[in-house]
């Protein structure tokens, strides 16, 4: 019998359980994936504990968004994808019904996206989050130029990573921070030009350091609270900074006579304002394949768990050790 | 001999001394006007007072930004305006040396503008803080389009009845807020859609009232402080708001999981982006003057004073109590 992790009350990474669920039949517009692959986020660690910001789970729940499989079936009316396609998903949708986690998963079509052939099943798990949180952002929303300097923090992160990778498709310098010195060479690799250890330097002396005391130009931060003072100190005149997260869980003051004395920009960002958008997700899919097939985008994978220690693999997405993706290999799906 | 208005210490409106003063000669690129007409705003209170955030005064200091009046001389290399022009200043100079209360000013020649025809001398001293302020978030930063609804807060204030009066020429929906019911008419009478009296009904529900549950898209307050929690409650998915002061002088905490949300942006602003930036502040002038020269903008004076009772007229000013610009006439100087 099939297994699907689901979670009966909010908790540490315990109350995830694997249990056996026959696969449900697609209804109408919906896919039936045999899971290979499963990326995890930082959301979804949030969403078992009961303090993701979006969306309070209703229990018991399935879990996860990201996944790259193997389509079983489809249901009535579903164009797009055929059974044996090779896809991934994209989080568009529900996780009580929709949740990835385990070896099979129901999603609405929309929320199915072909596998780049660049692309390991892996990386394929690896591609969604990272990429339509950046895209937000750093194409969406902005207009970046070569001349301005972004500053990434958390850059470790498989968002952080992939955030870097698409400001570097402008052009722009990239100052990315880490609080840990072991993870500065993978964030280099994914292009940042200069990476500040917070544990070790401070971050607005060396943000005006780095830049002749100007500041940078657009900031991109999951972590806010008291933070978010240090961030509007080294910002430049007009800056923006797009918050895209709540790490700290610390409340902060507003800080508004800086914003007024440079004409800052301060914006709360979710990636659902791509996904449940039927006109930005097929723009942000468009642009993010282009990138995915020409090999200037490509996800980083920090470490493979196997189904059966998803317990574990929490674990260790909330120990903050981790250098880009997490993923799970469903090992008795994989031919 | 003619005089000035200086303050040598900060303080209570007291502080404002009216002194004998000898017309300083233009030097390079500045020009000596004749003060017909000037006009008052409320960060010349918080200059005053001390609690200015963008400037603290270097003691003793003139004060003030915009007049109307005659050109007297001009300094070398001067070539926009000669001498007996009728001409106004706009807000993009130092106070120190070149504050405009008084019966003269010596201000740069990137701070003077031509009268428009439709205009009397104390409108044309009401002008330009009240035009470019709102020229920035409604203009500049924004793409208005007549399905928005703009929430514009204290709005008898200059400021408030101008932002109304450039909204209103994208066609937009104007919710307006004020605190005092005998202010309703005066606020409509600019063009707002909807009058919000903030002492006897509820901001968050009146907002929500008018827009069936939407809220609005773009908000323009100059107030902040722990209103901005009331301001995020009624905004609209993706909505902006535009900090431009900080009349409630209290701190606030940081609204984040509400701008995540929602997908929040806050912007902190003053019109010294527009002055400081001689592209931007000509793009500005053209704009507003082309609306003032058709009629669709035009100034609205409150109350006007004679220069001898400037102490009264700063009174009057921290008193809240007018809708709309506060003029001092500058009796001796009219022919």
Request: charged letters at 20%.
């Amino acid at each position: 019998m099939p297994r699907i992790v689901r979670f009966h009350r909010t908790g540490g990474p315990e109350v995830l359980c694997l249990e056996e669920a026959p696969p449900e039949q697609p209804r109408e517009g919906e896919v039936l994936i045999r899971n290979q692959a499963i990326g995890l986020n930082n959301s979804e660690a949030q969403l078992r504990r009961g303090d993701y910001p979006m969306l309070t789970a209703d229990l018991p729940s399935r879990i996860g968004r990201e996944c790259a499989g193997i389509v079983e079936a489809i249901g009535p009316s579903v164009t797009t994808v055929k059974p044996n396609d090779l896809v991934s998903t994209i989080p568009a949708f529900d996780v009580k019904r929709n949740g990835v986690y385990g070896e099979w998963c129901v999603v609405p079509e929309v929320g199915v996206a072909r596998v780049p052939m660049r692309l390991s099943r892996l990386e394929a798990a690896a591609v969604w989050q990272q990429y339509l949180t950046a895209y937000g952002p750093l194409v969406l929303n902005s207009r970046l130029e070569p001349s301005m300097t972004v500053l990434i923090t958390a850059a470790a992160s498989s968002v952080g990573l992939g955030a870097i990778q698409v400001a570097k498709l402008f052009g722009t310098r990239v100052i990315a921070t880490t609080r840990t010195a072991s993870k500065e060479a993978i964030i280099r690799s994914a292009g940042a030009d200069d990476v500040i250890i917070t544990s070790h330097q401070p971050l607005v002396a060396s943000v005006n350091h780095l830049t002749d005391g100007r500041g940078f130009d657009l900031g991109l931060d999951p972590i806010a609270g008291p933070g978010i003072a240090d961030l509007i100190d080294c910002a430049a005149p007009e800056a923006a900074i797009h918050l895209y997260g709540q790490l700290a869980g610390e409340p902060s003051f507003f800080p508004l006579r800086a914003m007024l004395r440079k004409g800052l920009t301060v914006r709360g960002y979710t990636l659902w304002e791509i996904t449940l958008n039927p006109a930005r997700r097929e723009a942000a899919k468009q642009y993010i394949f282009n990138h995915l097939d020409s090999g200037k985008l490509r996800p980083i994978i920090d470490r493979v768990f196997p189904l059966e220690s998803v317990v574990e693999a929490h674990r260790y997405l909330e120990s903050g050790r981790q250098a880009g993706k997490i993923v799970i290999e469903v090992a008795g799906n994989v031919s």
